[in-house]
């Protein structure tokens, strides 16, 4: 795993090599094995290397045989093997044995259509010398960030906003309408970012821009659900085969791997696989109270024969790296598991480079509790749309505690009104009370219906399930899942692998009917079956818990002082009513509401703000300056 960081200037001038070495180190964290550098007229690349395969060989930038096609990737190519083959086989020439050189050639083999030959994960750039032309891509689900901004005099990319930041002459200006979204989702949608000048390559796409500064952008991959009648039995069967082939794929590395290990069906599916290959290392962390993950996660490793370490998170451990884990991140993410993800990356990083990890099994087999609501509104929805919303208008006179009354609400609005993924946070009228936006503002940005609106309008061939399913495909997964994992890994130079994210995987799991996914009161009903007799039986129907983070007490304790007083002092009044923000804290302390989550984002929010619009970040850790203590 890597960095990679650089510039394309339209007018041929001499990149700066001391602001790509500023691009390069303010992400060492990414890879703090080997840096390199690559410039002609107009073109500079940079890299930082965690050397993960081919330790002694992979150094970039990396060129083809005449030193026309240049190269700097990050990620990793796990069919890179057969490929080399195939391509040894047309006639190309290898001089190392990594996959960063497969792709140079596939390349030079397939043009801009070698993106879809690679199983992996990967952001990456070409320099065509020839053609005067870079080429960068991102990988199908998005594991791997790629960051751009273009103006009229250059093109600036690199695998995080942080590397962009460095460059010269660069402005940090907020962008009001992600601010809009971000209080919504809890992350800033692809391909925005909250800076209005830089911009996400969103999953499965590539990007060209000519010498001149002609700019392109072109999807090359769709993860859109297909799903066809097959025997339960010939589903189950297919399923434990290639989840076991993309295990055995993503294990492939010449340092130590280890796993992340939960309470939950997901990391133990992975675990086990990996374990019945050889002996391996598994990390957890929890809270204290009933929900506390090590103690599942312990009887799991014992039962599957890892070699455990875990470690409880306490409310000091938590806030203390919260400053360190808003500036590797780049961007607010208002999700608090992200923390906890940072503390069992930094246990896992003392004793492997690699961890495999669940991310993903429940986009794919359909694993959220959200995912049966269609299924629990059927009594109502076959309805006739007229009838729908007359019994919609009339239940709104309802008062809000009447028994059903949700329900009826949101059986009769459609799915495409109620449903933006797993994350929904302030409405609209909250937005408008809680912030020192005009009214015509809020009515003129792309609102994140509209945003979900684009996924829907592809999918109404498809039953409501699927059609939720494919949209955390598209926004939830990438925004928020994959985000915090790569940021949270990489902080600390931990390599993160996604077994359940693998192309292969997919275009099997996208076939795989509904009713083979929700069946008989639970989720995921099709991977449960297939894991029947591989992973311990107590693991198998356990719920979904995730990072169970007790924020809400937390908050009505010093700590929601403190964030109290770090908001205001975050200079955010400029776009929120803090009144409003002081009324949610009161009637949050007071019991009268729980206000956790949206003080959390707001709290987020304050402390991005401070790192990246207040101070500017050096090279090293400028946001450790804060402090989160009371």
């Given at each position: 795993m890597c960095g990679i960081s650089g510039v394309v200037y339209f007018d041929k001038r001499e990149p700066s090599v001391p602001m790509l070495q500023r691009m390069a180190d303010?992400?060492?964290?990414?890879?703090?094995?080997?840096?390199?550098?690559?410039?002609?007229?107009?073109?500079?690349?940079?890299?930082?290397?965690?050397?993960?395969?081919?330790?002694?060989?992979?150094?970039?930038?990396?060129?083809?045989?005449?030193?026309?096609?240049?190269?700097?990737?990050?990620?990793?190519?796990?069919?890179?093997?057969?490929?080399?083959?195939?391509?040894?086989?047309?006639?190309?020439?290898?001089?190392?044995?990594?996959?960063?050189?497969?792709i140079i050639h596939l390349y030079e083999e397939y043009g801009e259509r070698c993106v879809e030959h690679l199983r992996g994960m990967f952001g990456f750039v070409i320099w065509d010398r020839r053609r005067k032309e870079l080429f960068g891509a991102r990988d199908h689900f998005g594991i791997k960030p790629f960051y751009y901004t273009v103006d009229q005099e250059r093109l600036l990319f690199g695998s995080e906003i942080k590397s962009l930041l460095a460059a010269d002459g660069m402005e940090r200006r907020l962008n009001e309408d992600s601010l809009l979204q971000y209080l919504t989702f809890q992350y800033v949608p692809e391909?925005?970012?909250m800076f209005a000048n830089i911009r996400k390559l969103p999953p499965g796409h590539t990007l060209k821009v000519t010498a001149e500064g002609k700019l392109s952008i072109r999807r090359y991959w769709d993860p859109m659900f297909a799903p066809v009648k097959r025997p339960f039995a010939d589903v189950v069967e297919e399923l434990r085969a290639k989840?076991?082939?993309?295990?055995?794929?993503?294990?492939?590395?010449?340092?130590?791997?280890?796993?992340?290990?939960?309470?939950?069906?997901?990391?133990?599916?992975?675990?086990?696989?990996?374990?019945?290959?050889?002996?391996?290392?598994?990390?957890?962390?929890?809270?204290?109270?009933?929900?506390?993950?090590?103690?599942?996660?312990?009887?799991?490793?014992?039962?599957?024969?890892?070699?455990?370490?875990?470690?409880?998170?306490?409310?000091?451990?938590?806030?203390?790296?919260?400053?360190?884990a808003v500036w590797h991140q780049d961007e607010p993410v208002a999700d608090p598991s992200a923390i906890a993800l940072y503390h069992v990356a930094g246990l896992a990083r003392e004793h492997v480079t690699v961890v495999l990890s669940g991310e993903g099994a429940d986009e794919l087999f359909g694993g959220y509790r959200i995912y049966r609501e269609p299924l629990s509104l059927r009594p109502l929805t076959w309805l006739p749309r007229p009838a729908q919303q007359l019994l919609h208008r009339l239940v709104r006179f309802l008062p809000s505690g009447?028994?059903?009354?949700?329900?009826?609400?949101?059986?009769?609005?459609?799915?495409?009104?109620?449903?933006?993924?797993?994350?929904?946070?302030?409405?609209?009228?909250?937005?408008?009370?809680?912030?020192?936006?005009?009214?015509?503002?809020?009515?003129s940005y792309r609102d994140p219906w509209q945003i979900a609106g684009e996924f829907y309008a592809k999918t109404g061939h498809l039953d409501p399930v699927t059609r939720m399913q494919y949209i955390d495909m598209n926004l939830w997964l990438p925004g928020d899942i994959l985000m915090k994992a790569d940021k949270m890994t990489m902080a600390h130079s931990l390599e993160l692998r996604v077994p359940f994210l693998d192309k292969e995987l997919f275009e099997f799991a996208r076939t795989i009917p509904m009713e083979y996914r929700l069946a008989e009161g639970t989720t995921k009903y099709v991977f449960r079956k297939a894991m029947e007799g591989i992973i311990p039986d107590f693991i198998l129907n356990r719920p979904k818990l995730g990072f169970p983070v007790p924020l809400r007490d937390w908050l009505k304790g010093p700590k929601g002082a403190m964030m109290r007083e770090q908001i205001r002092a975050s200079g955010i009044e400029e776009w929120f009513d803090l009144k409003v923000v002081d009324r949610m804290f009161e009637q949050h302390m007071s019991g009268q509401g729980d206000y956790a989550r949206l003080l959390w984002a707001v709290y987020v929010f304050g402390l991005w703000h401070t790192t990246y619009m207040q101070e500017v970040p050096a090279v090293g850790m400028a946001a450790a300056k804060a402090t989160t203590t009371a």
């Open positions: 303010i992400i060492t964290h990414r890879g703090p094995n080997d840096s390199g550098m690559w410039t002609e007229p107009g073109v500079g690349l940079s890299f930082r290397r965690l050397s993960i395969i081919d330790i002694k060989e992979g150094h970039q930038p990396m060129s083809n045989e005449d030193d026309s096609v240049w190269i700097i990737f990050n990620g990793e190519i796990y069919n890179y093997h057969k490929l080399r083959e195939e391509l040894l086989a047309r006639g190309h020439s290898f001089k190392t044995h990594t996959d960063t050189e497969v391909p925005e970012t989840l076991q082939d993309s295990v055995v794929h993503h294990m492939h590395s010449d340092v130590e791997r280890g796993c992340f290990l939960s309470s939950g069906i997901d990391s133990t599916a992975i675990a086990t696989h990996m374990r019945a290959i050889e002996p391996i290392q598994t990390f957890s962390v929890g809270f204290e109270g009933p929900n506390n993950e090590t103690i599942i996660a312990r009887q799991t490793a014992e039962a599957i024969g890892t070699q455990h370490y875990e470690k409880l998170i306490n409310i000091e451990d938590y806030f203390g790296v919260l400053p360190k009447v028994t059903g009354r949700n329900y009826l609400m949101r059986a009769t609005t459609p799915l495409e009104q109620r449903f933006l993924g797993n994350a929904k946070l302030y409405s609209e009228a909250q937005k408008a009370e809680l912030l020192q936006l005009d009214a015509k503002r809020m009515r």
